[in-house]
C-alpha cells in the first residue's frame, strides 16, 4: 500500500498548543495498556521515526469519579510512563460536575497533556448504567460532559478529544451528531471506532461511515477498527481522509507494529510486516514483564499476574507446545519467566500466517443491548435513569 506523504492523515496534527508528528495512536485498553505496555509501543515508534513525540500513547480507562475522590486505586492505574513526553489518559464519567473536577486535578494536579474521553465502550456493565456507547443517544448529557471536560482543561491549555463509536445499533446511529456535538463543544479531535456498540467487537467496521465524518466536520477525525498491519492504517488514511489512526487489538502480543506504523507514516509506503524470530519475541516479552515489575514497585507475583494474558497473544502461532504454553500463563516470576523459555529456538521464524488476522476480543454481535430501561424512548436525559454507581468499569 502506498500513499503519498502530505495528503491527509499523513501530516502532523495539531489539537491546539500539541503537536503529533505522527499522528497514530494507541487505543486505551482495560488492564492492557498500563505504563510498560505504553512505553514498549512508545520505543517501538520512535525506533521506527525518531520523532518524539513519536504518536500518543493513551493509559487505560479511568473513572472520572476515582480522579475526584483522589482513589489510591484509581491515581496507581495511572502512572505515567516516564519517558513519554505527553501524558495521555482516557475518562469514563457519567456526571458533568464530577468529569469537571477530575479534568481540572488531572491537568493541574498530575501533569496530564491529553485527556480522551471514553464514549465507545460496550461492555455490558457500562451500558446498562447509561454510559460508554449507549451515552451519545442521550444529546443533553453528551453535550454537558464535553461541555464540562473542555471548560476545566482550557484554563491548562489541555486537548479534549473523544472516542465514540457508530451507535447503538443499525437503526440508533449516533456518530454524526456526536461530531457535532464535540466540535461545538471545542473538543480537539474525534475518534470513530466504525461498528455499532451491539457489534461489540465482531464483524467489520465500516470505514465507510469514517469517510462520511469526515466530510461533515472540520476538527480531525481518527479512524479505529480492524488495523491489524500497517498497510490496514494506510489503506484506512486513503479511503476515508481521516487526521490518523487508533490502533487497539491490532498491537496485543505485536508492540512492533507502531515500528511499522512509524515507518510507513513518514515513508507513506507500507513496509513488509515486521516478522520477529521467536528469540526476538522472547526478548522482548521479557523486557514486557521487567517493565511491568517496576510498574508494580517490584511486586513480581503481582506484576507477573497482570502479564499472563500478554503471553498468550506475544507466542500466538509459535509450536510451543500445550504445556509450556500453560505454564506461561501461569508464570509468577521472571525466574521462572527465564526458566520456561531458555530451551526455546531463538532462530524459529515468526509465524507468517498470524499476520493481518485479528487479535483478542471478538465474537458474534450481540442480540441486545444492556441500557437502562426505557433508554431509547427519548433524546433527552431522565436523571432517573442513569445509575448513580460509577465504580470502575474496567475491573472484574
Known sequence: MTLEAGRAGLGPVRWGGLELPLPVLLAPMAQVTTSAYRRLCREQAEAGT??????LFTCEMITARGVAERMAKTLAMMRPDPGDPIRSVQLYGLDPAVL????????GELGLGHIDLNFGCPAPKVTRKGGGGVLPWKLDRFAALLQAAVAAARPYGVPVTVKTRLGLDDDHLTYLEAGRIAQDSGCAAITLHARTVVQAYGGRADWDKVAELVQALDIPVFGNGDIWEAGDALALVARTGCAGVVVGRGCLGRPWL????????????????SQPDLGQVVALARRHAELQV?????????????????????FKGFALGGELRHRLGLVASLAEFERL???????????????????????SPRASLAMPQGWLDSRRLDQAELAEDESDPSGG
Do not use: N
Not at 507477573?304 to 497473544?313: G, I, N
Open 258 to 273: 507502531f515500528f511499522d506504523l512509524a515507518r510507513a507514516w513518514s515513508q507513506g509506503v507500507a513496509p513488509a510486516p
Open 100 to 107: 469537571g473536577r477530575a479534568v481540572q486535578i488531572g491537568c
Open 294 to 314: 517496576a510498574h508494580f514497585d517490584g511486586d513480581e507475583p503481582h506484576a507477573l499476574a497482570d502479564l499472563r494474558k500478554h503471553m498468550a497473544w506475544y
Open 341 to 363: 523459555t531458555a530451551d526455546l529456538d531463538p532462530a524459529t521464524p515468526y509465524p507468517v500466517e498470524e499476520l493481518g488476522r485479528p487479535r483478542g476480543r471478538q465474537g
Open 50 to 55: 525518531g520523532l518524539r513525540p513519536a504518536g
